[in-house]
């Protein structure tokens, strides 16, 4: 790993196996793509990040086959051209692990750290990536989370042990969470989402710009 990769054992496994389908699903794609880095996708940027930006799982043919989080595929463009927009990385693309790419104030993780099968991983799959989800957040004590999507805002609150019914997730919405800083909800940035207007540019600088000014990063005036 980078240094930027480099990050606790106790948050993430790079030999993780204990989802038998996706473990069986990862082999056949090491297979089939025998330059892929196929396996899990460790977080990626400071373990100290006051702002931590949290995904769904790798993609085929992004996170999963460079083995960084947002990275090779249309889901990252936005993502890392935004936090370049906002002084929270050093560059403003994403394309290989080796690229020199810095994150600045932040981090990215995901909720699950295999590639899913039609990139829907199952509850169980999502239960059982939970415990280092679970071990970053109450480690590295992030001030604010950005949660992409309901599966990233769903597998935040249930790894603080939260009641989802009392964090209902919106586009924009801003949730308190006990002791554990602010969680501040998203729509994905997949390309489905922004190909469809679902979110716009605009809306997704919005919500980061104001996730980065919560967690006092970035140049947000």
């Known amino acids: 790993m980078t240094r930027q990769e480099s990050c606790p054992d106790a948050w993430f496994d790079a030999g993780c196996q204990r989802c038998p389908r996706l473990a069986a699903f990862l082999d056949e794609v090491r ?43 249309h889901a990252g463009i936005l993502l890392y051209e935004s936090l370049h927009r906002l002084g929270l990385a050093s560059r403003p693309a994403s394309t290989a ?22 990139n829907k991983p199952t509850p169980a799959e999502v239960r059982s990536c939970r415990r280092w989800l679970a071990a970053e957040l109450s480690e590295g004590r992030p001030e604010v989370v950005l949660a992409l999507g309901r599966i ?25 969470l006990k002791g554990h800083g602010l969680l501040v909800d998203s729509y994905h940035c997949s390309r489905y989402n922004t190909q469809t207007r679902r979110l716009t540019g605009e809306m997704f ?17």
């Open 97 to 118: 692990r080796d690229d020199g790419l810095e994150l600045l104030g932040c981090r990215i993780s995901n909720a699950v750290k295999c590639l899913p099968p039609a």
């Open 31 to 73: 297979a089939a793509h025998p330059d892929y880095h196929a396996a899990p996708v460790p977080p990626f940027g400071p373990a100290s990040a006051k702002l931590l930006i949290v995904g769904l799982a790798p993609g085929m043919h992004g996170a999963n086959r460079t083995g960084r989080p947002f990275t090779g595929d």
């Open 152 to 176: 990233a805002h769903d597998g935040v609150l249930d790894a603080l042990g939260l009641r989802r019914g009392d964090h209902r997730f919106a586009h924009g919405a801003e949730h308190a």
């Open 205 to 221: 600088m919005a919500v980061l710009s104001r996730a980065a000014r919560l967690a006092g990063v970035g140049n947000v005036s």
